[in-house]
């Protein structure tokens, strides 16, 4: 996938403004580099004036030596899928304050629960296609009025991106609706290095642009809840 260094760019201006981080942040390259996700640690550290800090593979497995790594550096930026939060230490797992993006696969809302308090949590979302990140939550609440029931939401569009819910007529559809998702914008890829066929199924001609421009289709099926964000449902071929 080819990205762009605008798209980077705006990447990191959404790490560094909706994410808090600061010279004394700092961040933990939790995946691999063969995993997009590496991109986005690397750059939220190095690109934003933060400390990024590298570990042993050992020390970032998820559970005690993963929960000791985060309190010996004195982690305070850390992404990572569900699926690794779950089996965290529950009591001194994750340090209270630390800001926490869950991406990669949807999130129960008991994890939420569970982990929020105390903490700054938000769920991403966005294909390497739409330079990693396309939409994040705002920080979620453990519990209370603002607490996600049955879905935890992926959020509203990142800087400089724009998003659409479409049906297969290419119609926005509304709220509580379900439909696919495209997504448009800076941080939109050029494409598939030398697989033109494969560009231009998924990179198709935007309808609400004026100047030509263009969107992914991502293959994803989410909705628009009633507060104004999006929740991921299903893939679009499930």
Known sequence: VVVTHQGVGAMVRTQAERLGLTPASRVLQMASVSFDAAFWDICMGLLTGACLEVADPAQLVPGPPLAGLLAERGITHLTLP????????????????????LAGEA???????????????????????????????????????????????????????QVYVLDAAMELVPPGVIGELYVAGDGLARGYLNRPGLTATRFVADPFSHTGGRMY???DLVRWNDRGELEYVSRADD
């Open 82 to 101: 569900p699926a690794a939060l779950a089996v965290m230490p529950q009591d001194d797992g994750i340090p209270g304050g630390t800001t926490l993006v």
């Open 107 to 161: 999130c129960p809302p008991a994890l939420v629960a569970r982990w929020a308090d105390g903490r700054r949590l938000a769920n991403a979302y966005g294909p390497t296609e739409t330079t990693v990140c396309a939409t994040m939550s705002d920080f979620q609440e453990a519990a209370g009025q603002e607490a996600p029931a049955h879905r935890v939401p992926i959020g509203v569009p990142v800087r400089n991106a």
């Open 217 to 219: 289709r991502t293959g």
